[in-house]
């Protein structure tokens, strides 16, 4: 689930006090889908909106289904308002507060932000830092989600708390049914590890909102706030400036990675990290991060890392044949893929996976997982799923032949299975109760 889709489920009552924010107007427009941005940027000098029908002739017939889409996001997100005029003719308006950031932001482009800081002092800090913060954060929190650490490290000097084990286990990434009661990964958390950061990210900070909002601050305030770290670039931001709300949202965010804290002298630093650029952009990963799979067509598998969390989410559907500091070697494997795929796994996410973490040598490669590979995973993700089980009641034993054959006849539109040999009906569960009256029935009539 996208920006765009979250902002669907809302409710009307909490999506309109959103439009406030000149910062989520602007990330949502970024968002929407082109040909939805398209009709935005035609409405946006046109307050007093335009009919329904010049809408319509807008798209060629190939477009229709886009148009239809757009039109109905539009209209879902509450930016196209509609109302009638005078003569009865359905128009469509702009949402006036969007309308009007939108139009303000093509020539005001600051930040909400007013920091007595311009740059971070060089001292102690430097991209490669920051980037290893944050990578080490969020590790930290993948690796306590697969059961390889049993609690998630407080980041140094944060007076603040954030529970993450609470955000897992409330968004059913994790149970309390492991042993000694500790947190266990469940089959929504074995899918989680393979989403790409993004979705990791949007999944999380989407949970952590809801919890967020009505306690400490609105739901417009946590987005806006969310949102604007990945304009920060190079500017810090100074906590003690920060309103009390943000103060603790920053901290927050601390603990997850988007921020690294730093002090230069008395003054406490914030930096915005490449997670916080992920979420506001929209990618995949964290921009320099580099692929380190590779998948040979014998199913063998070299992972070039040392992350604890890599090998990790590997050997959930890689046999390890062998583990050194900085590489994995394993083997894709019928038993392998299965134990993913009964976890709650699919085939298409292990080999999304597999291509979105490939090597830099491979990754010109067409396909760069080798098409022997997908297609045998796909096939045993048929496998796994080409029998469904279904809760079934076994009628035998009948008192006499006839009637077997009457209550056959009578629930063969029901049945599943009718042995005539061994004098056998299958039913699914659903229809016991059905069966049972039609049974007594039958035994009246019959005198048995």
Known sequence: MDIIEYLESLPTVKVAPLYTSSIICRVILQHLPPLAAQYVARLLLVPEGTSEALISSWPTREAATAHEVALETLVRLNLFQGYRDKLGQQLYRLH????????????????????????????????????DYAQKRW?????????????????????RTLDVPGLLIALGL?????????????????????????????????????????????????LEFLLQLGSLGCRPLVLQELPPVEQGLALDMCQLGLLMPSQHGTTRLLLATPLARVL????????????????????????????????????????????LPNLFVGSITRESVLEALESGATGDQIVAYLR?????????????????????????????????????????????????????????HLAVYVGQEKQQVVVPAEHHEHCKAEIKALKLELGI
């Not at 989600?145 to 944060?158: D, E, K, Q, Y």
């Not at 492991?178 to 979705?199: N, S, V």
């Open 356 to 412: 979105q973490h490939a090597h830099p040598r491979v990754e010109a490669r067409v396909p760069t997982v080798p098409g022997v590979v997908t297609d045998q995973i796909r096939l045993w993700d048929k496998e796994l799923r080409r029998l469904q089980a279904t809760r079934s009641v076994l009628y035998s034993n009948f008192e006499s032949a006839d009637l077997f054959r009457r209550f056959a006849e009578a629930v063969r």
């Open 280 to 323: 506001a952009e929209g990618g995949t990963q964290p921009s320099g991060t580099r692929g380190f799979v590779i998948v040979e067509t014998n199913f063998r598998v070299y992972a070039y890392t040392s992350s604890a969390v890599q090998q990790a989410i590997l050997q959930f559907f890689v046999r390890c044949d062998v583990l």
């Open 174 to 222: 994790m149970s309390n049914d492991g042993p000694h009661h500790q947190p266990r990964i469940t089959e929504a958390g074995f899918k989680y590890l393979l989403l790409d950061t993004f979705q990791q990210l949007w999944t999380l900070l989407r949970q952590y909102a809801a919890q967020v909002e009505g306690t400490e601050a609105s739901l417009a305030v946590v």
């Open 96 to 131: 006036d507060a969007f309308r009007d950031h939108i139009c303000a932001s093509g020539s005001a482009r600051g930040l909400a932000w007013n920091s007595s800081l311009q740059d971070v002092p060089r001292a102690n800090v430097t991209p490669e830092s920051i980037a």
């Open 139 to 159: 590790e930290e929190i993948l690796l306590f989600l697969v059961g390889s650490a049993s609690t998630i490290p407080a980041t140094s000097a944060n007076s």
